[in-house]
């Protein structure tokens, strides 16, 4: 895939998906923003970073809140005045609480929506102008299977997703016209830390049909093909990426 020398931001790096598609990219040649908010999450990006450069690639640490417009122009301007530019947006950084509806009170539905949906936003409201000198770019969202269907899980968190669904399906005509295409990536169930791989049994089976749930890698390999010259004319669509499993 035609990626070398592009330049990229990864929000929310510091672990799971966001790392599994920074070293994906990295493995691809290129150029990787590593994006990371608190102290919390700062030896996460830190790793994500040492494990980049373990591959030959070619990154740089960039804090910033998502939620918050000055800090995220900040980080833009730091990758621009190094990098020069920047190609590939990849909006990660999300708030998942686990909460059922009552347990949710408005300052936990701010944070979430403030996060999840007003952080994507303005990520690309900031990189846009980038794109647009450029002549083309690559927004991809991470969204989820359940901004698709009910699932029993999360409400306020799953009204974030359909929002970003429908994020993505303005933002692809609206855009189009500068060369730059908005997707989403709609993963299911993604096994973020090591353990013993799953084995065939039927009740596994009967949940994921391919015998396991997702990969980090699996999301950042997706992420590839979307930022890349080959996927050009895929703008506006939701990809989901969960083995199967919404089919059952």
């Not at 040649?29 to 990371?36: D, L, R, S, T």
């Not at 070619?58 to 730091?78: F, N, T, Y």
Request: charged share 20%.
């Amino acid at each position: 895939m035609s990626l070398t020398g592009k330049i990229a931001v990864v929000t929310g790096a510091g672990s799971g998906i966001g790392r599994g598609t920074t070293l994906a990219l990295a493995k691809h040649g290129v150029k990787v923003a590593v994006n990371y908010n608190s102290k919390d999450s700062d030896n996460g990006a830190k790793e994500t970073l040492r494990q980049l450069e373990d591959l030959g690639g070619e990154g740089m640490l960039v804090k910033a809140d998502v939620s918050l417009r000055p800090e995220i122009e900040a980080m833009i301007q730091e990758v621009t005045e190094r990098w020069g530019s920047i190609d590939i947006l990849v909006n990660n950084a999300a708030l998942q609480l686990n909460y059922t509806l009552f347990q949710h009170n408005e300052e936990t539905y701010d944070r979430m929506m403030n996060i999840n949906v007003k952080g994507y936003w303005q990520c690309i409201q900031a990189v846009v102008p980038h794109m647009r000198r450029n002549g083309a770019g690559r927004i991809i969202n991470i969204c989820s299977v359940h901004g698709k269907r009910p699932t029993d899980f999360d409400t306020v968190y799953s009204m974030t997703k359909g929002a970003v669904k429908m994020l993505v399906r303005e933002s692809a005509i609206e855009l189009g016209q500068y060369g730059i295409t908005v997707n989403s990536i709609e993963p299911g169930a993604v096994r973020i830390r090591p353990e013993p791989e799953e084995s065939s049994g039927a009740e596994l089976i009967r949940k994921f049909p391919l015998g396991r749930t997702g990969r980090p890698h699996d999301i950042g390999s997706l992420v590839c093909f979307i930022a890349s010259d080959e996927a050009q004319f895929l703008s506006g669509a939701s990809i989901r990426m969960d083995g199967a499993s919404m089919l059952l």
